[in-house]
Each structure stands twice: as structure tokens, then as C-alpha cells.
């Protein structure tokens, strides 16, 4: 089923593509598999897949050390600065640095590794109370701040859209944060590609890639719906 799924998915991110007016290799598709077995990342390995998503430190960790190593492993939701230390050197990319706190000790630990940890800033596009983020006003501030941190390189910006019933509704906050990247990358701050643009999930995927995403991260689409009890 993971397989046919996953068919669909690349189908439909082929078709957002084509109405963009953009390559299919302008865009990562993450498969979210939190709170799924191991046994069904593997089902997706022999096609190829080999970006994971992942939001909890622990479960990446774990499913790091029972798959092959060439797996790249996406650090989606809230980190923790104590926890910093377990994921520094296994996850490919941070995808939710929304402080300088969390940034520093980031940096830290990959001076004591001596490696760049690749981050992006997650913005909360929407404003939204409940969401983690850093207001879009307040992103440029946060970058060049983040950007002078020796272990650390600012990739881009993310952001988790909110959860809405037609996605067209988030086809603004999408164009919003593209704008805000197409900005930030003009500004040439040291150690900022701005060249990630990660978001979408499994709603509003295709509106986000029309929007510019480079990378959408997709759970359910992919592995069916999540069972949290
Ligand atoms: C769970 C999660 C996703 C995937 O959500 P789906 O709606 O299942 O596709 C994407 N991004 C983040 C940050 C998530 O936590």
C-alpha cells in the first residue's frame, strides 16, 4: 500500500510541477514516517526513497541506528536544547530552529564536532497561536542573528501551514514565505543559501510547490493515518 501511495503522491507532485512551470527535481519529497515501523520505510527503499522525516528526537535516533546509513534523516518538529546532543550529527537537516537559544547550542555542539549543522528557521506564517515559529516580521532579525554562529548554516525557512479544509486558503501564507526567502537570499548575509523552501504536507502540498516549495513533507499521503494512542 506504502508503495501505491507513494506513486500517487510523486504523480501529483509531477502534475504541480508541470502547471509551474518547474523541474520535478526542484523538489524534495520528505516521507514523514513518525510513528510508523521501520518495516514500512523499508517497503520504500528499493524505489529510491531516501529522505525521512522525523519529529521526535528519540524515534529518529532509534530508526536511525536499524536502517542503512545513506537514509537522510529530517528533523521536523520542536527540538529541545537538551536534546541537541543526541541528534547534532544524525539528522541531515533541522527543519525547526525558531530561536537563537535553540541556534546556539546547535552551534555548540557542532563546534564540538567540528561540522556545520544545516538548519532552517521556521516561520509561522499564519500567526498562529498554538504553532512554534518565529513571526514573519521578526525572521530577517532571527537569520542574521543565527547567521553568525560559527556551527551553524542557515539553508532556508519552513514552515507548518494551518491545518484548513480547502488548501487554496494557504496559498497566501505559502506565496508570503517564498517572498520573504526570495528577499532574504537577495540580501547575501554570510553563511545563508536561503535555497530551501520546505513546506506543505499532505493537504496542501500541491499549492505549496506551485508556491515555490522545494522540499514538502508528507505523512499520511504516504503511510496512511496516524494511530497516536
Ligand atoms: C507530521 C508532520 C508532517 C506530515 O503531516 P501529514 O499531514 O501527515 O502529511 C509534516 N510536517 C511536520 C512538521 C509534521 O510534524
Redesign the pocket.
Given at each position: 500500500m506504502v508503495i501505491e501511495n507513494l506513486a500517487e503522491v510523486e504523480k501529483r507532485i509531477c502534475a504541480a510541477c508541470e502547471r509551474a512551470g518547474r523541474s520535478r527535481d526542484e523538489v524534495t519529497l520528505?516521507a514523514?514516517s513518525?510513528t510508523k515501523p521501520v518495516s514500512m520505510i523499508e517497503e520504500l527503499l528499493p524505489g529510491g526513497t531516501r529522505d525521512f522525516?522525523e519529529?521526535k528526537v528519540q524515534e529518529l535516533c532509534e530508526k536511525y541506528d536499524q536502517l542503512p546509513r545513506d537514509i537522510r534523516w529530517h528533523l521536523?518538529?520542536h527540538l529541545q536544547r537538551n536534546k541537541v546532543k543526541y541528534v547534532a550529527d544524525k539528522a541531515c537537516l533541522i527543519?525547526?530552529v525558531d530561536s537563537l537559544r535553540l541556534a546556539e547550542a546547535i552551534s555548540a555542539e557542532a563546534v564540538k564536532r567540528q561540522c556545520i549543522v544545516p538548519i532552517l528557521i521556521e516561520v509561522n506564517v499564519a500567526g498562529e497561536e498554538s504553532k512554534f515559529g518565529v513571526p514573519l516580521e521578526e525572521t530577517e532579525q532571527l537569520v542574521r542573528k543565527i547567521a553568525e554562529l560559527p556551527g551553524i548554516s542557515v539553508q532556508g525557512l519552513?514552515t507548518?501551514a494551518p491545518f484548513v479544509e480547502d488548501p487554496e486558503e494557504n496559498r497566501t501564507h505559502f506565496s508570503n514565505l517564498k517572498k520573504l526567502c526570495v528577499d532574504l537570499k537577495r540580501k547575501n548575509i554570510d553563511n545563508v543559501t536561503m535555497s530551501v523552501l520546505s513546506m506543505g504536507?499532505?493537504?496542501d502540498?500541491e499549492v505549496a510547490i506551485e508556491e515555490g516549495a522545494t522540499m514538502v513533507?508528507?505523512?499520511?499521503?504516504?503511510?496512511g493515518e496516524?494511530n497516536y494512542s
Open positions: 520528505i514523514v513518525k522525516g519529529n521536523i518538529g527543519h525547526s519552513m507548518i504536507m499532505t493537504g502540498y513533507r508528507v505523512g499520511t499521503g504516504i503511510f496516524r
